[in-house]
């Protein structure tokens, strides 16, 4: 029980429509497939991976090019058919990240692609990756930089605080950004008997024909973000819109080829079980 049950209905209910997991995987996954090479670099050829909230199973695909014995877990059914689809010779399991079907001990590596945040419980997430991972295994899991250090999360959710209607809220969840503080993740990493070694950063790019289509990727293609947006009055939406399009012209840059790139920046971190 976390007292997170509306959040956790929230995010059920995001990952399993059909525009949102479809936005989710055509479109703002531009920006966490920067992260894959990133993630699959820390872990060693030929182990057995748990691909942990695989989504469109990006980083699974990476990790079977490298000799992985790969398993994906995910618990959006339409996410588990973009997997199936894109990707053959792993095994997609749909599971929930709070209560694992997997033996004890049964993976060198867990591998967690901007997930935990989405996760209600996510001590006992943390609990059931510890449980799987063999003794002296390696959890390698990435987040977005909080919006106080990000372009694109600054600009979407700073133009919803300012011109958003106040009364639409979020479900009280676990902070989104709270792993990308090394502190945190520490903490609680050390909880599931995890020892935290390392957190890095690296910016992802994103890439705009038109400034204000980041409000509308955000609306379309993300559970939070969609929520929020999706229940604004409509002079609302309109404000935040131009505020987002100002956003990414002040904060983001025009390339050459007249795109318009705006800066993500995301955390890894990287634990070890105890041995
Ligand atoms: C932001 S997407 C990340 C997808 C992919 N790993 C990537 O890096 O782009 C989050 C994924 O976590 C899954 N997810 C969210 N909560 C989950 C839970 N409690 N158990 C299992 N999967 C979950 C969602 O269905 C979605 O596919």
Redesign the pocket.
């Given at each position: 029980m976390t007292g997170f049950d509306e959040f956790a209905e929230m995010?059920r209910q995001g990952?399993s429509d059909p525009v949102i997991s479809e936005g989710?995987v055509t479109r703002f996954?531009e920006m966490?497939?920067q992260?894959v090479p990133e993630i699959v670099a820390l872990v060693p050829e030929g182990v057995a991976v748990l691909?942990?909230?695989?989504?469109?199973a990006?980083?699974a695909a990476a990790l079977q090019s490298k000799g992985c014995d790969v398993t994906g877990?995910?618990?959006?059914h339409q996410?588990i058919e973009f997997a199936r689809e894109r990707v053959h010779g792993v095994n997609f399991v749909w599971?929930?990240?709070?209560a694992l079907p997997f033996d004890g001990h049964c993976f060198d590596a867990v591998v967690?692609?901007?997930?935990l945040m989405?996760?209600?419980d996510q001590p006992a997430?943390l609990a059931e990756v510890a449980r799987v991972l063999r003794p002296g295994g390696l959890l390698v899991m990435?987040c977005w930089e909080p919006p106080q250090r990000s372009d694109v999360f600054g600009t979407v959710f700073g133009a919803i605080m300012a011109h958003g209607d106040p009364s639409v809220t979020l479900p009280d969840s676990p902070d989104f950004y709270q792993f990308a503080e090394e502190g945190h993740a520490r903490a609680a990493f050390a909880e599931a008997g995890l020892a935290h070694q390392e957190r890095t950063v690296f910016d992802a790019v994103l890439r705009l024909e038109d400034p204000g289509a980041l409000m509308d990727l955000f609306a379309t293609a993300a559970p939070r973000g969609g929520y929020l947006l999706r229940h604004q009055p409509d002079d609302a939406k309109a404000r935040i819109r131009a505020a987002v399009a100002l956003g990414v012209q002040e904060r983001g840059r025009q390339a050459k080829d007249g795109l318009w790139e705006i800066k993500a920046p995301v955390a890894i971190n990287r634990g070890v079980r105890a041995g």
């Open positions: 995010e990952w989710y996954a966490t497939r992260a691909d942990l909230c695989c989504g469109q990006d980083i877990a995910d618990f959006s996410m599971a929930d990240a709070q967690c692609g901007f997930g989405h996760v209600p997430a990435s």
